[in-house]
């Protein structure tokens, strides 16, 4: 089955700096790859997705690039703000089936 | 519209009880599926369902039990709750898992004594 790694577990960066949040994947049918933020106490929310078909998407200050060919993408949050202080998780899906398979998780902390 | 609802949001059961983790959607999501969440482990599947009467196994099913009889409910049964049960479990729907993310709901924390 899929296997999809992320690093790192946790990141520090003061208030203003970049975030970049890296994941693998091992299927190679897998073509939908969504991250989520999860804040203390609640469930995991959709921040952005990506499909295989794209090499990057943007919204706002958060972009991910995926790169097919390595089986790996990113996740980039730019200017960051103690509000996106959480644990953010990847994840990745095949279009063969309906399981999708999420990362460890990584723990950011924004230091004003 | 309520998204995903689940109840009850703590428990605290012992050894050998059994119970019922509820979980309801009101978006008409055929897929639905039960994630554990547990430290340093991020979120393992347990059982999954892509439509009414339709349900199959995840990552790490054995204890847990689960049926599928309308679309908007998808509830999750411990049949004999052990300590190695006690994690946090989420809830999640979504229109397609393969094309569309989850709505996950805001989880229940369960814990086996």
């Known amino acids: 089955g899929e296997n999809v790694e992320q690093h790192p577990s946790t990141l520090s960066v003061q208030e203003g700096d970049s975030a970049v949040i890296k994941c693998t994947y091992s299927?190679?049918?897998?073509?939908?790859f969504p991250w989520y933020k999860q804040e203390l106490g609640k469930g995991p929310q959709l921040i952005i997705d990506i499909r295989s078909n794209v090499g990057e998407k943007k919204d706002q200050r958060i972009a991910v690039t995926l790169n097919k060919t390595a089986k790996h993408f990113s996740l980039h949050i730019t200017e960051t703000q103690p509000e996106d202080s959480a644990v953010y998780f990847c994840?990745?899906?095949?279009?063969?089936?309906?399981?999708?398979?999420f990362g460890t998780g990584t723990k950011l902390q924004v230091i004003p | 519209n309520a998204g995903v609802t689940q109840t009850p949001k703590f428990q605290v059961l012992k050894t050998g009880q059994s119970m019922t983790l509820q979980c309801a959607q009101d978006?008409?999501?055929?897929?639905m599926s039960w994630y554990r969440q547990d430290p340093g482990m991020g979120l393992r599947l347990i059982h999954y369902?892509?439509?009414?009467?339709?349900?199959d196994q995840g990552e790490v099913p054995n204890g847990y039990n689960v049926s599928r009889s309308t679309t908007e409910d998808f509830p999750l049964r411990l049949l004999s709750a052990a300590p190695s049960q006690t994690s946090v479990y989420f809830c999640?729907?979504?229109?397609?898992?393969?094309?569309?993310?989850?709505?996950f709901g805001s989880g229940t924390r369960l814990t086996v004594v």
């Open positions: 999640a729907s979504s229109a397609d898992s393969r094309n569309y993310g989850y709505t």
């Open positions: 994840a990745a899906s095949s279009k063969g089936y309906q399981k999708v398979t």
């Open positions: 299927d190679s049918a897998s073509n939908y």
């Open positions: 978006m008409n999501h055929e897929y």
């Open positions: 369902s892509v439509g009414a009467g339709i349900t």
